[in-house]
């Protein structure tokens, strides 16, 4: 009977610190990967913009800006090197595009601008821009099945194109095509 007490006392004895070592996985590195859709919406719009054709009076313009539809694929990664505070990354690329409108709301005659105005009416340019940003992460309960947290982030995008500048062109029986820049 004493040897069965004995190895029912070491069994139970040996149990909590078992009991005590295990704790719950908590993830230190996440990665993730985007993929998205850029709806078509109004970016701008100008009225009464004046474009002077020298000596006659100036013309005035009504501009407006639309953002194209596009995809946009992001890549995003978060590190804690303890068990609550982190830190996080995100790149992603956007498809961004513009389509232009432009019409004449006074013409004083100049075909110039009116061949500006055209050349701007319905013209597509493509767009790309990439948006950087990082931040810190703190999160309640590391090692739960879930983990809510807080994050706090800035970033920057970079573009390949001016959101207000507008080109347009009118030719010329001397030079051929001349730029116009109308910055809104």
């Known amino acids: 009977m004493r040897i069965f007490t004995a ?63 596009g995809l946009t694929v992001g890549f995003q990664g978060t590190y804690f090197p303890g068990e609550h505070f982190g830190y996080s990354g995100e790149v992603f690329l956007l498809g961004l595009g513009f389509l232009d409108s432009c019409n004449l709301t006074y013409a004083s005659g100049s075909s110039s601008n009116a061949q500006t105005c055209d050349y701007i009416d319905g013209a597509e340019k493509a767009a790309t821009a990439v948006a950087l940003s990082g931040g810190v992460v703190y999160r309640f309960s590391s090692r739960r099945a879930i983990s809510p947290f807080v994050r706090a982030s800035a970033g920057v995008i970079i573009g390949s194109q001016s959101s207000v500048r507008t080109e347009g062109q009118f030719t010329t029986p001397e030079v051929g095509r001349e730029p116009v820049i109308v910055v809104v």
Not at 24 to 48: C, P, T
Not at 55 to 64: N, Q, R, V
């Open 7 to 69: 190895a029912a006392a070491l069994l139970l004895s040996s149990g909590a610190p078992l009991a005590a070592q295990a704790t719950h996985d908590q993830a230190r590195i996440a990665f993730g990967v985007a993929l998205g859709y850029i709806g078509r919406s109004h970016l701008w719009s100008v009225s009464g913009q004046p474009l002077a054709d020298a000596p006659l009076a100036p013309d005035t313009l009504s501009l407006s800006r639309q953002i194209r539809s």
